[in-house]
């Protein structure tokens, strides 16, 4: 149940004035996200206050009722005066609770319903303040992706095998699916891909394609929509044709058909998702096609349907490391930037956060400034495959918020990530995000029961990016755990300190995670960062670390920003101290702002780091009673673990670095074991 737990509120009386008694429902059709809606009020007014409450589908006159619908519904029954609900865009609602009566009134069906969820958590929460708004999302695309390979196992999944396939076929019994769906509503999630991006055809087969139907109709009462990755040579792989040239006739004809197949099993299907001319998959490239030309190749077939062509910006070669210049960073705008334009305006394209891959630091990918006519999405990641993989705590809306909020300046205008990927900034009719999330069988839903505040809080930043990380931190733990201030403090502190400490004993100063990169992604191994051609590279040696990525002497990476990002960038004066070595190639005893040496702020930081961590297993044990003996145990082995393997961390960095430099720690902790 996750934060939809609807636990009874102690010290409320069921006979209070502000607990509704009636629940009307305005949109009757069991479809409905508005139906749903009804349903999940008197889910959560039984849960929350033991009270009975039920629902009708007619227009009732009567005092503490909730009504929800849409804005429309409500105007046919009880007419409406349009002030309220005038400013109102696609899935927003109006929330009202003055007066004794509740209105919930979406834009659409499943604004509603998201409307509904809204007063669900204020009354969970204990709130009973009289409010009356509307809330808009900021952007229109709000997704997630699963990673879900067709044999059920799961790319980067750390919550056990896939909820929605096993054996090359889709599920049976998809009440799991279902529950997720829900989940995903609650938090304003109307998307969701449901494979891997390295993608498998056989999803393709008229079998699986049925299966298909069959999710998108458990999604469908809750407003999410299903969306799926393609592989770009299925015709050839599944359709028997010889070639996949998007531009080929005979291709163009079995994509048109097999969307033409899907949308009659799925009408409102969101789209596709597609990884193309990277990491071995298949793309336009191999045919001397560009990137537009093979993401336009969808859109045509998706347009007549209102679907969206999502296009992954996460395309690189392997590089040599022996090239000072040569840089994985650069890749995306290379790829990308003189395609600006040439996009059909279905096609968003999907951008990570960073111009490497979700590494515990990165700058923000300048390819956000270089697409000015393309739909953007930035790409997130929930599931925390370099960030501990779920075994450690790393909250990490505040990493999140580092992009959403960065100002880029193009043109030398405010251009912060968030209003360019809500269109805002160019102009542009779609964009949003997504993130990559994983979940799977495993009750937990993601491995452990506190990184579920990352899906909570990736829901709640895409509709509001300016939200502050805390309070949304806040209102997850009331959910999932306790109003009690203990509760509440203890986890807010460990999970506002939990990004800065995985940092500290990881990689610092934007060198990036210190992980194995070569296989698992887990554990300390930064030797093996470099000599290899995934330019994740930290360019150590005895006396220097970091990438040079300037203009005057470097791979250029810098310049790829506007000019004022790019001339702070290019200067390691004017670098912030947690980039250094992401930009420059420094001595070890080169002098930070903060008055420390690299070496010096490297052996600090893992120590400091690993200690944090160390004071999360006391804060947790002091939860003991006031969390349910299951989850208070579950949490409890894993502050253990991240404890002891943030020493691990801490000796492993700290030794590397300090046999490899041969400078003392001024502390004498390192080496001296
Ligand atoms: O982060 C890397 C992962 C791959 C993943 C790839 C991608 C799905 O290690 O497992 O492949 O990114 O995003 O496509």
Redesign the pocket.
């Known amino acids: 149940a996750a934060w939809l737990r609807y636990a009874p509120l102690p010290g409320v009386a069921k006979s209070e004035g502000s607990i509704p008694s009636n629940i009307v429902a305005l949109n009757a059709t069991t479809t409905s996200p508005v139906y749903t809606a009804g349903l999940e009020l008197q889910k959560g007014i039984q849960g929350i206050f033991g009270k009975q409450v039920s629902i009708t589908h007619q227009s009732i006159e009567s005092l503490s009722t909730v009504v929800v619908g849409t804005v429309d519904a409500y105007a046919q029954e009880y007419g409406l005066d349009d002030d309220d609900t005038a400013d109102l865009e696609a899935d927003g609602f109006w929330l009202s609770t003055l007066n004794g009566t509740i209105q919930i009134l979406g834009q659409n069906e499943r604004g509603a319903l998201y409307g509904a969820f809204e007063y669900l958590s204020m009354l969970a929460q204990g709130n009973f303040s009289q409010v009356s708004y509307i809330s808009n999302p900021n952007a229109p695309i709000r997704w997630v992706n699963q ?1 879900d390979n067709m044999d059920g196992s799961i ?2 999944g750390y919550g056990g095998p896939s909820i929605f396939f096993q054996n090359g076929l889709i599920v049976n019994d998809l009440s799991r699916a279902e529950d997720y769906a829900r989940l995903l509503a609650s938090v304003r999630i109307n998307g969701a891909i449901i494979n ?3 993608a498998n055809a056989s999803l393709l087969t008229p079998q699986n394609i049925a299966g298909l139907k069959r999710v998108a109709d458990v999604f469908r009462p809750y407003g999410v929509q299903l969306g799926i990755s393609l592989n770009f040579a299925s015709p050839q792989l599944l359709g028997n044709l010889s070639t996949f040239d998007p531009l080929d006739a005979s291709v163009i004809d079995w994509w048109t058909n097999i969307t033409d197949q899907i949308y009659e099993a799925v009408p409102d299907m969101a789209g596709y998702l597609v ?1 193309a001319n ?2 071995g998959q298949p793309g336009p490239i191999t045919y001397n096609r560009t990137l537009a030309q093979g993401a336009n190749l969808f859109a045509k077939a998706l347009q007549p349907y209102g679907g969206v062509a999502m296009f ?1 910006a ?1 395309v690189y070669n392997q590089l040599n490391e022996s090239d000072w210049r040569a840089d994985r960073a650069n890749a995306a705008v290379q790829f990308f930037k003189d395609l600006d334009g040439q996009f059909d305006d279905n096609v968003v394209v999907q951008i ?1 956060y960073g111009p490497i ?2 590494q515990v630091r990165e700058p923000t990918s300048p390819l956000f400034a270089n697409l000015l006519q393309t739909n953007t999405a930035i790409e997130l990641e929930v599931a925390q ?1 370099y960030l501990g993989q779920q075994c450690h705590l790393v909250y990490l809306a505040p990493l999140w918020k580092t992009v959403l909020d960065f100002d880029l300046k193009v043109d030398n205008q405010s251009s912060v990530v968030s209003d360019i990927i809500s269109g805002k900034r160019f102009n542009r009719p779609l964009g949003g995000s997504a993130a ?1 999330v994983n979940v799977g069988t495993n009750n937990t839903w993601l491995g452990s029961h506190l990184a579920m505040s990352n899906l909570y809080a990736y829901g709640r930043l895409a509709w509001a990016p300016t939200q502050d990380p805390e309070a949304i931190l806040q209102d997850w733990t009331r959910l999932t755990f306790s109003r009690d201030p203990t509760v509440l403090r203890a986890i807010t502190q460990m999970s506002m300190e939990s990004w800065p400490a995985y940092e500290n004993y990881s990689g610092n100063l934007g060198v990036q995670t210190l992980t194995d990169i070569l296989y698992t ?1 887990f554990g300390p191994n930064p030797q093996s960062m470099d000599n290899n051609g995934w330019g994740q590279w930290t360019r150590a040696d005895h006396l220097t670390i970091g990438m040079d990525r300037t203009v005057s002497n470097g791979t250029g990476f810098a310049g790829q920003y506007p000019p004022e990002i790019a001339a702070m960038y290019e200067d390691p004066s004017t670098t912030p101290d947690d980039l250094l070595l992401w930009f420059h190639h420094v001595n070890y005893t080169h002098v930070l702002h903060s008055g420390k040496t690299v070496i010096q702020h490297f052996y600090d930081a893992h120590y400091n780091g690993s200690a944090v961590a160390q004071t999360f297993v006391p804060l947790w044990e002091s939860l003991k009673g006031k969390i349910d003996d299951q989850r208070y145990n579950h949490v409890l082995f894993r502050q253990e673990y991240q404890a002891g393997h943030s020493i691990v961390w801490r000796d492993a960095i700290s030794n590397f670095y300090h046999n490899l430099s041969g400078i003392p720690d001024t502390e004498n902790r390192v080496g001296n074991h």
């Open positions: 990673w790319e980067r891997n991006v390295n990884k990277s990491e992954r996460f990570k891959d979700f495959e990559v992604h």
